[in-house]
């Protein structure tokens, strides 16, 4: 049965969109083989078939399912067998917790990274990247970067919750990572993937679990 997940690309092979990262971490722990579908920001006749225009999009054999959440559950609840992607008795309450926060912060990441991630681009979408973001912003994609020192500051006092939960555990699902580490690490890939900016100081605990991840889910 084939499995394909459509995902955001930028210029050449760059993937890079936080849910899909999401995505793809919740099949790798599930055990799922897949194939990806490069998707632009223009492409939207490669997803149409969804009844929507955003990736993620699942194709798992007959069955489409989009949106990053709507797929973890339909993962979680479709292959019960395979490694939860919610463990324990409240996981899935946890993990919603946990993508609503971190959606809350994609603002200051935004703003740390949103002209690299323009500079990222295949050329034909960059018309269509400036003009949306300029317009969800309120202003050119070079001035709001310009302030981002300012973005980062309240990004790492955001995270201020999260370093005291690692005092308790490795991963925020505890000994070993699950969809909620997922989410959180999604969007710093995008970040890390987009720009050399840093986020986080080499000796944040954000940054030791980042590299944490990174290792048990064989991420290069």
């Excluded at 309450?93 to 703003?111: P, S, V």
């Excluded at 994609?141 to 981002?148: P, S, T, Y």
């Excluded at 990572?177 to 900016?197: H, K, Q, T």
């Amino acid at each position: 049965m084939a499995r394909i997940l459509y995902e955001l690309c930028g210029d050449g092979d760059l993937r890079f969109s936080p849910y899909c990262w999401r995505t793809h971490l919740a099949l790798r722990h599930k055990g799922l083989d897949y194939e990806t579908e490069p998707v632009r920001f223009t492409d939207k006749d490669k997803i149409a078939f969804s009844g929507q225009g955003r990736v993620p999009v699942l194709k798992d054999g007959d069955t489409v399912i989009n949106d990053s959440w709507v797929i973890a559950e339909y993962l979680e609840d479709t292959y019960p067998d395979a490694p939860a992607l919610f463990p324990g008795a409240r996981g899935r309450q946890y993990a919603k917790m946990t993508q609503d926060w971190m959606n809350a912060l994609h603002r200051e990441i935004i703003g740390c990274i949103i002209f690299d991630i323009y500079n990222c681009l295949d050329p034909v979408d960059c018309d269509y990247f400036r003009a949306t973001r300029e317009d969800m912003l309120g202003g050119k994609l070079e001035d709001v970067q310009a302030a981002r020192g300012d973005s980062r500051e309240r990004l790492r006092g955001g995270f201020a919750s999260m370093r005291a939960h690692l005092m308790d555990g490795p991963f925020i699902c505890g000994d070993a990572p699950a969809y909620c580490d997922f989410i959180v690490f999604g969007s710093l890939r995008w970040a890390e993937l987009c720009s050399d900016y840093p986020l986080f100081d080499p000796d944040d605990s954000i940054a030791a679990w980042y590299g944490r991840v990174k290792d048990a889910m064989d991420v290069t």
